[in-house]
């Protein structure tokens, strides 16, 4: 009651507050009738939660009951938000309200009254259900709590051992009294006249399921290999894909002739309470059993597709029964639970039924482990795989070394009495093997399908495509996982339900939903902004007469423009208010000014290379001592192709500081020198005239302004001279030069014109001395001084590392 009596004071103060604005907000009949049905069920819920005696069946249906409230004060609390922001921009536009002892004019005052009154009336509903929302957020939470304790404590909770030989004869009697009351309640229905009437009258319909019961279970695989070969004349034969497909028609038949067997027994009425339980867990029993024969086949078919390279073919079909082993075990656990359920039977009965199965399923996971390949097939399958299947058993024999673990822990802790914790260990990790081992299963069956649509065959399963699907597959494969370790289905529930709000990040709430908004509406204006670009680039620019430098600028600030007008337009639809993250962000800002000042500074130069067009594609440049031509400029970076081919990335920030030469900017004129020497006594004027001709018999060199050959001076080997020439296209530099070479060595030697080379004279001083220091032995003598070349290397000095011309002797 203190919680309501809060409540009610709460509701005054808000109707007061309301009052304060000339209106009176109220909530509607059906609203309060709601309202009061939920603080009814909410008070009831804090007296359960505060007694804590309530078992786990009705805290769940509590629950259950208080999540239906929550849901829809989720929705109430978000609800008219377009109509008040109206209403609020209304009131704004009529400007401040004035203050005391001064007025305004009539008209406003009722239309402020007016507008207040609508907004308060808004108002209400959306603050009550928020109060009601995070009561009924409370009151969940309180209640996971309970339960998650009472899990953890059964979990560790230890029992009776059932090691005890105490315990044996009392169990074996449980045992034999729960057989012989199924027995004698099947018998005693079937005595009644009622079954007998139902069997009369459903008899027919009851042999007809049989009936089909037994064609499926009979004809079923056969059945699926014919509709398998039909299936293969549509094509992708030899790709896996119809296999695959036949394999679970394999089980499914099957499987549908058991529930049809199951549904006629049980309208026979034979079955009493004990039989119809034990009979409609048979389907789900008979699915498990289907479903790991599938896990082993499927196993058996990838080794024989891998040539068995890492498992033989008789180690697979070890493995094989060991799988269809622990899917009994499964069977009799489950089957252990549901005897508890049905006879109510004490804990240490529990523990000794439990135990042998427990220490089977712990024997054949040890086994499991130990199913591998000899040591020298295994180095030779090492050898031939890949890198990712070397990662994959990796993995495998990291579960491998978890199996032998799992395995000696699980039936030390059931001896000691801890059957619930051997329990919850043992068998979800038999659940979890095989989940992974059918996640490997559907990822193969995936690569292969898309291999055959495709047309890549084997290279798929490598493809990015199968790293896709694995990685979406082991997502989607958390939840199971979750259920296999204990978690309830309300625990993913409420998990999900905390997503799908979202989270808040500066004042921003990010959901799925509004994230998902986002990533489609800036994928579509992505799209559409690489197709503008590409229109542009191949159709409209080509046609027009700017250069291929202004069309690349044009193409590239559109793409800009265009990601920049995406994301903006993404944020606006998805419904980001990014007014609160502006402060933050102005405090980010200058972080990561003095962070990323290098990146910005390549940035902005980037935009002004392509606004002013220093340089365009295409350009031949000269950036700090790097010649090349320009391939791409980016916002970051500019990409210069060397003439050997060779690809340079320069900061674009060099480009606008530095100092850059552009040999063909505006057009490709240019000059060419070509130094020529000849010997010394050669008429200069007769050489300066042969230049001459040959700079102006050049086609790429321009008449206006006309070539002109320049005696340089006197050399020390030659008179030098120089043609100077201004040529059409700068960048035939190369080739004019080649040319004018080989001219000019045709015509000079026409002439008889000499072209000098380097000649050195060498006197050696003192020759004398040097003669006399090397006295000739007398003839027959032996040199006996060691051959120092054979022990030593030659003693080097500094003076023989000096890097000359390469004119000394």
Avoid at 654 to 659: A, E, P, Y
Wanted: hydrophobic residues 45%; aromatic residues 8%.
């Amino acid at each position: 009651m203190p919680r309501q009596v809060r409540l009610f004071l709460a509701l005054i103060a808000v109707c007061l507050i309301s009052l304060a604005g000339a209106a009176s907000a109220q909530l509607t009949d059906r609203q309060s009738d709601y309202y009061q049905g939920w603080l009814s069920t909410a008070d009831r819920a804090e007296s359960v939660i505060e007694a804590n005696r309530a078992s786990d069946a009705a805290l769940e249906n509590l629950r259950s009951e208080i999540n239906d409230y929550r849901e829809d004060f989720n929705v109430a609390r978000s609800a008219n938000t377009d109509r008040i922001q109206t209403l609020e921009g209304q009131l704004k536009a009529l400007g401040p309200k004035p203050e005391e002892g001064s007025s305004e004019p009539e008209d406003i005052a009722q239309l402020r009254s007016h507008l207040n009154e609508q907004l308060n009336s808004l108002r209400v509903p959306r603050i009550i259900s928020e109060e009601a929302y995070s009561r009924a957020n409370g009151l969940i939470s309180e209640i996971d709590r309970i339960i998650r304790d009472r899990q953890k404590k059964e979990l560790l909770e230890r029992g009776p051992s059932p090691l005890n030989p105490v315990y044996w004869k009392p169990a074996w009697v449980d045992v034999q009294e729960a057989v012989r009351a199924l027995a004698n309640e099947t018998i005693k229905n079937l005595q009644t006249d009622v079954a007998r009437e139902q069997l009369h009258q459903r008899g027919l319909g009851i042999l007809l399921l049989v009936v089909i019961a037994g064609v499926l279970l009979v004809y079923g695989r056969r059945w699926s290999e014919v509709g398998g070969d039909y299936l293969r004349k549509l094509g992708g034969r030899g790709s896996g894909v119809w296999t695959f497909v036949i394999s679970l028609f394999r089980i499914l038949l099957p499987w549908l002739g058991v529930w049809v067997l199951v549904q006629a027994i049980i309208m026979t009425g034979v079955p009493g309470l004990r039989g119809t339980l034990l009979i409609q867990n048979i389907p789900y029993w008979a699915a498990i059993v289907f479903f790991y024969d599938w896990i082993g086949r499927q196993i058996y078919l990838m080794g024989a597709a891998q040539n068995f390279n890492r498992l033989s073919a008789a180690k697979i079909t070890e493995l094989r029964v060991y799988i269809d082993l622990l899917a009994m075990m499964l069977i009799l656990h489950e089957l252990a639970i549901l005897f508890e359920q049905i006879e109510n039977i004490s804990d240490a009965t529990r523990a000794v039924v439990s135990f042998p199965v427990i220490v089977a399923t712990a024997l054949l996971l040890l086994r499991v482990r130990q199913v591998r390949q000899p040591a020298r097939l295994a180095e030779q399958a090492d050898v031939e795989s890949n890198a990712r299947a070397a990662s994959i058993y990796q993995v495998i024999e990291f579960l491998r070394r978890a199996l032998f673990l799992l395995g000696i822990v699980s039936p030390i802790l059931a001896a000691f009495g801890y059957i619930n914790a051997a329990e919850a260990i043992v068998f979800p990790t038999v659940k979890t093997l095989v989940l992974i081992a059918a996640l490997v299963i559907l990822q193969r069956f995936f690569s292969m399908l898309y291999g055959w649509i495709t047309g890549q065959g084997e290279a798929a399963r490598d493809s990015l495509f199968s790293v896709l699907i694995g990685f979406a597959l082991a997502i989607l494969s958390i939840p199971v996982l979750a259920l296999y370790w204990g978690a309830r289905e309300t625990d993913l529930l409420e998990a999900w339900s905390r997503l799908l709000l979202g989270f808040n990040v500066g004042g921003v709430t990010i959901s799925p939903s509004n994230f998902l908004t986002f990533v489609a509406v800036f994928v579509i204006g992505y799209t559409l902004t690489r197709l503008l670009q590409g229109g542009l680039r191949n159709s409209l620019l080509p046609k027009t007469s700017i250069d291929p430098g202004g069309q690349n600028a044009i193409v590239a600030g559109t793409g800009y423009v265009g990601i920049f007008l995406a994301a903006l337009c993404a944020i606006m639809v998805a419904g980001f208010d990014l007014s609160s993250l502006a402060i933050v962000a102005g405090a980010l800002s200058v972080g990561i000014g003095f962070g990323l000042q290098t990146i910005v500074s390549n940035f902005v130069s980037g935009i002004i290379l392509l606004v002013e067009r220093p340089i365009s594609k295409g350009d031949w440049i000269d950036v700090n001592g790097m010649m090349g031509y320009v391939r791409d400029i980016s916002v970051r970076s500019t990409r210069i192709e060397t003439f050997d081919r060779s690809d340079v990335i320069v900061p674009n920030s060099d480009l606008i500081s530095g100092v850059v030469t552009n040999y063909t900017r505006g057009n490709t004129i240019g000059r060419v020198i070509v130094p020529v020497g000849v010997a010394y006594g050669t008429d200069t004027r007769k050489v300066e005239t042969i230049l001459g001709e040959i700079a102006n018999g050049h086609p790429m060199v321009l008449a206006n302004p006309a070539p002109s050959v320049v005696f340089q001076g006197f050399g020390a080997d030659s008179l030098d001279f120089e043609i100077r020439a201004i040529l059409r296209d700068v960048n035939w530099v190369l080739s004019v030069k080649s040319d004018m070479n080989h001219e000019i060595n045709r015509r000079f030697v026409e002439e008889g014109i000499e072209i000098p080379f380097a000649q050195r004279d060498i006197w050696l001083r003192n020759a004398e001395v040097l003669r006399e220091g090397r006295t000739p032995k007398p003839a027959g003598t032996l040199d006996t001084t060691p051959d120092q070349t054979q022990s030593d290397p030659v003693q080097m000095t500094e003076t023989d590392l000096d890097s000359g011309d390469g004119d000394e002797l």
